[in-house]
C-alpha cells in the first residue's frame, strides 16, 4: 500500500496542470478578496479597530476549508484517470489487494489535501503579516494543524464518494468545476452567511465543510476578534460572529466547536462507509 500511494503522490505532484487546477479556487477567491471584496468589507468596519487584520483572518480561515476540498478531489482525479486509461486492471491483477488499492487513493488524497492545505496556511499567514497583522500564537497554530488533518480526513470520504459515483472522467471534470464554483458560497467567502436567506443559511449549515470553515475562523480570528471588540456588548460580538459564519445558531442555540468536530467526524464515518458499499457493489 505504501509503494502505491507513493506512486499516486508522484502521480499528481508531476502533473502541474492538475496541481493548478487543484487550486484554482483558491486562487480566485484570493483574486476576488484583494482586488474587491477586501477594502469592501473593510470599509464597513470603518469603526472597529484592526479591521483589516480581522477580515484577513477570516478570508484565510474560509481558504484553509476550500484547500481540503479542492486539493482533495484533485487527488482524486488520478482515480478516474487511472479506470479511464484502464490502469487500474493492471493493479487488480496484480499481488496488491484491492482494499490497499483504495486504501493506497485514499491516503494519498489526504497527504495531498494536507499538505497544500499547510502551504496555504504559511502562504496565508505572510499576507495576514503584510497586511499589518500578527502570527498565528503556537497554540493556534498546532490546532489549526489538526483541524487541516481533521478537515482534510472528513472531505476526503465526501470526495471519494463522490468519484465511486462516476466512471466518466468528463462526469468528474463538470462536477469539479460545479463544486470549485460554489464552493466560496457554501463556505460563506464570498458573502457572508448572515446576509444569505435563511434556507439558504440553513444548507450552508448542514454542509459538513462550512463547519469546517467555522472552526478554522474561531481558531485564526481569536486574537483579532479579541483586539477589535475589547470592551463590547458579548450581544454584538455574537451578532458579529453569526453574520461571518464565525458561530452557527440553530434556533436558539449555538451549536459548540465539538459539536462541530463531530459532524465532520460522522461525515468522515458515513461517507467512507457509503463509499465502500458503492464501490463492492459496482465490482459485482
Same mark, same amino acid.
Given at each position: 500500500?505504501?509503494?502505491? #500511494?507513493?506512486?499516486?503522490?508522484? $502521480? ?6 492538475? $496541481? ?16 474587491? !471584496?477586501?477594502?469592501? *468589507? ?15 483572518? *477570516?478570508?484565510?480561515? &474560509? ?7 479542492? #486539493?482533495?478531489? &484533485?487527488?482524486?482525479?488520478? =482515480? ?32 495531498? &489535501?494536507?499538505? =497544500? ?11 495576514? %503579516? /503584510?497586511?499589518? +497583522?500578527? !502570527? ?7 490546532? #489549526?494543524? %489538526? ?15 463522490? $468519484? ?12 469539479? #468545476? ?5 464552493? +466560496? ?16 443559511? *440553513? /444548507? ?21 476578534? +479579541? ?16 453574520? !461571518? ?5 440553530? +434556533?436558539?442555540?449555538?451549536? @459548540?466547536?465539538?459539536? @462541530? ?7 468522515? $464515518? ?15
Amino acid at each position: 500500500m505504501i509503494g502505491f #500511494t507513493v506512486r499516486n503522490l508522484k $502521480v499528481y505532484f508531476k502533473d502541474k496542470a492538475s $496541481v493548478f487546477f487543484s487550486l484554482l479556487a483558491v486562487f480566485i477567491i484570493i483574486a476576488l478578496y484583494a482586488l474587491f !471584496l477586501g477594502d469592501v *468589507w473593510v470599509n464597513d468596519l470603518e469603526d472597529i479597530p484592526n479591521a483589516r487584520y480581522l477580515m484577513d483572518s *477570516w478570508i484565510i480561515a &474560509g481558504l484553509l476549508a476550500v484547500t481540503s476540498v479542492t #486539493t482533495t478531489m &484533485g487527488a482524486f482525479g488520478n =482515480m478516474v484517470d487511472d479506470k479511464r486509461r484502464k490502469i487500474i486492471k493492471d493493479f487488480v491483477a496484480s499481488p496488491i489487494s484491492s482494499s490497499s488499492i483504495t486504501a493506497g487513493y485514499i491516503v494519498s488524497s489526504i497527504i495531498i &489535501g494536507v499538505i =497544500m492545505s499547510i502551504i496555504t496556511l504559511i502562504l496565508g499567514e505572510v499576507y495576514i %503579516l /503584510i497586511g499589518g +497583522g500578527e !502570527l498565528l500564537s503556537f497554540d493556534a497554530i498546532i490546532k #489549526t494543524l %489538526l483541524l487541516i488533518v481533521l478537515t482534510t480526513v472528513s472531505n476526503s470520504t465526501i470526495i471519494l464518494f463522490m $468519484v465511486s459515483l462516476f466512471d466518466s472522467p468528463h462526469a468528474f471534470a463538470t462536477a469539479s #468545476t460545479i463544486i470549485g464554483t460554489i464552493i +466560496g458560497f457554501l463556505t460563506g467567502i464570498y458573502l457572508p452567511i448572515g446576509s444569505l436567506p435563511n434556507a439558504v443559511q *440553513w /444548507i450552508i449549515k448542514c454542509f459538513p465543510p462550512s463547519h469546517a470553515a467555522m472552526l478554522f475562523r474561531q481558531v485564526m480570528m481569536e486574537g483579532a476578534i +479579541g483586539e477589535a471588540f475589547a470592551g463590547a456588548p458579548a450581544e454584538y460580538v455574537n451578532a458579529f460572529s453569526e453574520t !461571518l459564519g464565525i458561530q452557527f445558531k440553530y +434556533g436558539d442555540a449555538y451549536i @459548540s466547536a465539538f459539536g @462541530s468536530i463531530l459532524v465532520l467526524i460522522g461525515a468522515a $464515518v458515513i461517507f467512507f462507509f457509503l463509499s465502500t458499499l458503492l464501490m463492492s457493489r459496482k465490482k459485482r
